[in-house]
């Protein structure tokens, strides 16, 4: 199929949500979910039952899921015409960005990876990423390219951050795996520049996450099935 035509069968169809969220739900998409209540859990043991979660996903429905919704982010990073993205390599059952980052690399678009910061704790740098990049695993078993300062792009440069994250809720809340490194990095960001776009399993969807004084809501969340967003 080609991306026009799937666009245009795929334009999301705007439902009101609660404030100024607006939640869209893809064509042919399930619209009833079943949401994970997690009022009154704590965040780690949140964190554990949606890590769990989308390990059982089987590899095969991974790799479905990660094509149909790397086309809506790919839609949504076309619109933005955004020149530099920042994604991450898929760990822990995370929702896949191989596909994502192939069409990137086909369409001549910057991508950038996360390098945990080898002396400032908690924070990550950004470095270039192409075929021909070094890899190394951090300290987590996550591939990331070998730190080069040459290669490192201030985030403000960035125009898209693809952000991993275990759980969200509909109002945009994200909840990571608990080092803080993207809510030091979205506290950089101003006016939406770069913009955050979070993308994750719709398992990983909980009723309403407890929110921290340092959380960041992200104004879009792209999922197999919707598109949470706050900027239209
Ligand atoms: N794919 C991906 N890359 C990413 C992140 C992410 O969430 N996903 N990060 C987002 O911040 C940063 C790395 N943060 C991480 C924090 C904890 C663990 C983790 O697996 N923790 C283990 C305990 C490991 C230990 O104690 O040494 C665990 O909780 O089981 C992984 C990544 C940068 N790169
Ligand atoms: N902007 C910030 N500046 C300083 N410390 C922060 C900031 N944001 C978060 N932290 C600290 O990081 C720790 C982990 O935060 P939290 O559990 O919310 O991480 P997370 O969102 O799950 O992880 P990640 O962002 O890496 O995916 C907290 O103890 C918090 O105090």
Redesign the pocket.
């Given at each position: 199929m080609t991306l026009t035509r799937f666009m245009t069968e795929h334009m999301p169809h705007a439902v009101p949500a609660k404030g100024n969220i607006s939640i869209s739900t893809f064509a042919n998409s399930a619209s009833q979910i079943q949401l994970f209540d997690s009022n009154n859990m704590s965040?780690q043991a949140i964190r554990r039952h949606i890590r769990q979660e989308r390990n059982s996903i089987t590899q095969d429905e991974q790799q479905q899921l990660a094509l149909i919704a790397s086309r809506h982010l790919l839609a949504e990073i076309q619109r933005l015409n955004a020149k530099r993205v920042a994604l991450y390599l898929t760990h822990d059952g995370e929702l896949a960005t191989n596909k994502i980052i192939d069409a990137l690399w086909q369409q001549g678009v910057e991508t950038y990876l996360p390098v945990v910061h080898p002396f400032s704790p908690?924070n990550l740098l950004f470095l270039k990423y192409d075929k021909q990049t070094e890899m190394v695993e951090n300290q987590y078993g996550i591939g990331e390219p070998k730190l080069d300062a040459s290669k490192v792009m201030p985030v403000n440069h960035l125009d898209v951050i693809v952000t991993?994250?275990?759980a969200f809720d509909a109002s945009g809340n994200?909840?990571?795996?608990?080092?803080?490194?993207?809510?030091?990095t979205l506290?950089q960001v101003v006016e939406n520049q770069p913009l955050a776009v979070g993308f994750a399993h719709d398992c990983q969807q909980v009723s309403k996450l407890p929110v921290?004084y340092?959380?960041i809501p992200l104004p879009l969340i792209i999922t197999p099935t919707r598109r949470f967003s706050s900027i239209g």
């Open positions: 965040r908690g991993p994250l275990v994200r909840m990571g795996m608990g080092g803080g490194y993207y809510d030091r506290a921290e340092w959380d």
